[in-house]
Each structure stands twice: as C-alpha cells, then as structure tokens.
C-alpha cells in the first residue's frame, strides 16, 4: 500500500494498489481509539481487518494478501452477478421455478414451484427443501415444508440462494466463478482473486440432499474491500458502470424483517434503524455481506466508510461470533466519532 498525505485529494477509487492515508487524525480519526480497536481485534482473534474511506485506506491489520473462505459472503457476489446481467435481458425476475423447470431430489409441489427468482433473491420462496452448505443455525430456522407460500415469509434459506447459482449458470450459460472473474474481479483490478490451472478461487459443492450444489468463494481483505467499495459507488468503477446503479440500490432495501440482525435485501443484510450488529448503532443506510465464522464487509454510505473483517476459519476453533465483532464495529465507530471532534 501506498502512503498518501490526507492533504493530498482523494481519489474514490484505488488504482492498481490501495493508498493508504498517512496521517488518521487530519483524516478525521482518533489514533487512541485506534489503538482500542486493535487491542480488541487481537483478543477476539481477528486475522485481518481493513477501514476504508473516501477509497483510501485509514488502517489495516493482519495479512490482507490471504484468501480466506468467505462463506455466505458468496451470496452477496452472486446477487451483484445477477445485477450485471440486467441491461441484457437475460435473468427476468418474473420467471417462476415452474417456467425454469426447476426441482429438487424430494419434488417440489406444484405451488412450490409457483416460487419466483425475485423470491428466492429475497430470501421469501416459501421452500424449504433440504440444502447443502448450511450451517446449524440456517438449519434451525427452517420451517416444516410446505409451512409458508411462495412469497409470504422471509427464511434465510441455502435452498434459495444454491438453486440462484443454478438458474444463473442455466439462463446465461455461465458458470458463476468464471463471470464474477471477468464481469467484477477483472474490472475492479481485484489483486488477488483467480481462477484459472494453478489457482482456483471459486468452485461448487455438491451435497447429496440437493441437485443445487453451493459456489463457495475465497478472496482477500483488500479485493474484498474492492467489492464494497463498488457498491458504496453505486455499481461504478472510475468511468465503468459495472453493475446498474437501479441495482445496487435495489439490492440493499430492507424487503423483510430479520429481528435483531436488521433486514434483508438482494442477499445483502440490511441496517434497520440502526440495528444490524449487537452492541454496535449504526448509522442508517448501513448494509453489509456476511460470512459465517467471522467473515464481513460493511458499507457506510453516510461515513464513505467499508469495513471488512476476516477471520481464520480454516482453523477449527477460530470462528469470531457477532457479539465479539459488533463490540469491535462500535470502537470503530467511535474512533470516527471521536476524530471528528476533535
């Protein structure tokens, strides 16, 4: 990374490396609070942390070079995916399960079936069919089949967002690792992430409970910044609009309630009156990609601010819990807050 004076104007977007900011306080942030932050990070076990603003970096910790596994992140990378294909035509949102011929190893019914792709992106298809790549506690909420009708109720459900990485390859005749490489990864300069014979950062998992297997993803912390940083511009990288503006904010409204983890949008988690983290107020606006274990990306729009956290999930025992990370989120809060009054 490059130091850069904060005298200096910024550019919203990094170029082939990240500049980093050379002096936080004239930035507007508390180096003593700083320092909080980083005590707390490495009590939790924080393996890489990254703040970004006005498309510079204010600080980072760990190695961001590393690709970690970024489990449920992967669906806010196919929704952006889906989003890139709007101008064509290509992916109706209207088209039912039933059109697509879409099913499953137990059947789905027929009203099942009536599910559209604007439901499964919502995360309110109402099937709750058996899906690979779950966690247990994805596991639990699931109601009894059959429980809701299409559209009626939302369900964080892997059932919904695998049978997306299916349609998508089915419609397009792409697969999912491939287009991100070349539709987002390729145009956003993304340093890390590759896909070809001697690196592959994306492949699918089957799971003998379903025909739709799962597309998991590794990425760095400083590609994966690239990718909030691309939805805080609204789609736009430099003079490239890389996904639709119209779909970027469609992308992060709060379709559904998700109690005390805010709302729910285009497979991205949404602030609700400043409710998202435990023990962390957010500002309005806020939304984020999560991924189980302690993976996320958060995007402040009023603060021009992405986070993105990342732990070492490879390691059994590593997983950093929302509680832990909300504590964190609120010191970097007031590491802004209080950098700015001073």
């Known amino acids: ?126 099937i709750f069919h058996p899906a690979g790549y779950e966690t247990a506690w994805m596991k639990s909420l699931k109601p009894p089949r059959h429980a809701h009708a299409p559209g009626t109720a939302w369900c964080y459900s892997n059932w919904d967002f695998n049978a997306l990485g299916t349609i998508y390859t089915q419609l397009t005749g792409l697969g999912i690792h491939a287009a991100f490489r070349d539709r987002i990864a390729a145009p956003l300069g993304m340093q890390d992430f590759r896909l070809d014979a001697e690196q592959a950062d994306g492949w699918l998992r089957p799971d003998p409970c379903s025909v739709h297997p799962a597309y998991p993803f590794r990425m760095s912390t400083r590609d994966l910044a690239r990718f909030g940083l691309l939805f805080l511009r609204d789609g736009r990288w430099g003079d490239r609009e890389v996904v639709p503006q119209n779909w970027v904010a469609a992308s992060v409204l709060p379709y559904s309630d998700a109690g005390p983890r805010g709302a729910y949008g285009y497979m991205w988690w949404v602030a609700r009156q400043g409710i998202a983290f435990p023990g962390a107020i957010v500002p309005e606006g806020t939304y984020s990609a999560w991924g189980s274990g302690g993976h996320y990306c958060v995007v402040i729009p009023p603060l021009d601010v992405v986070i993105v956290h990342r732990a070492d999930t490879d390691v059994k025992g590593q997983e950093i819990d929302r509680f832990q990370f909300g504590r964190l989120l609120a010191l970097i809060l007031d590491a802004r807050r209080a950098g700015m009054a001073a």
């Open 1 to 126: 990374m490059r130091p850069l004076s904060s005298t200096e104007p910024a550019d919203p977007w990094p170029g082939t490396i990240w500049d980093m900011v050379e002096d936080i306080r004239s930035a507007g942030w508390s180096l003593e609070h700083l320092d909080r932050i980083w005590a707390h990070a490495d009590r939790i076990g924080t393996a890489a942390l990254m703040i970004v603003q006005g498309g510079r970096v204010i600080a980072s910790r760990g190695d961001v070079t590393r690709r970690y596994l970024c489990h449920s992140i992967r669906k806010s990378f196919l929704s952006a995916l889906i989003g890139t294909h709007r101008g064509d035509d290509a992916i109706d949102l209207s088209l039912t399960l039933d059109t697509l011929g879409i099913d499953d190893r137990e059947g789905l019914s027929e009203r099942e079936k009536q599910a559209t792709i604007y439901d499964l992106l919502t995360a309110r298809s109402g």
